[in-house]
């Protein structure tokens, strides 16, 4: 897997995944249900995106954020 994402992008998906998070656990609207585990799941795939610097969707489309990439 190549990398294809800027540190910007990776620090503000990293972002946004924790803030999902805490979100998701926060929240008593979204503290149990189908909802909770929806926002979980997409802070995971943020941060796991973040934490490799690949995106798939980037891949698909041909995108990259990163320049030395």
């Keep these: 897997m ?4 800027g540190r910007l992008d990776r620090g503000a998906r990293l ?11 926060a929240l008593p609207v979204l503290a149990a249900g189908a909802l909770h ?5 997409v802070a995971a795939v943020l941060a796991l995106t973040a934490l490799l610097g ?4 980037y891949s698909v ?8 990439c």
Aim: hydrophobic share 60%; proline share 3%.
């Design 54 to 57: 690949n995106c798939p969707l």
């Design 37 to 41: 585990w929806l926002v979980l799941v």
């Design 15 to 25: 972002v946004a995944a924790v803030v999902l998070a805490w979100l998701a656990f």
């Design 61 to 68: 489309a041909g995108l990259r954020t990163c320049r030395d």
């Design 2 to 5: 190549t990398r294809n994402m």
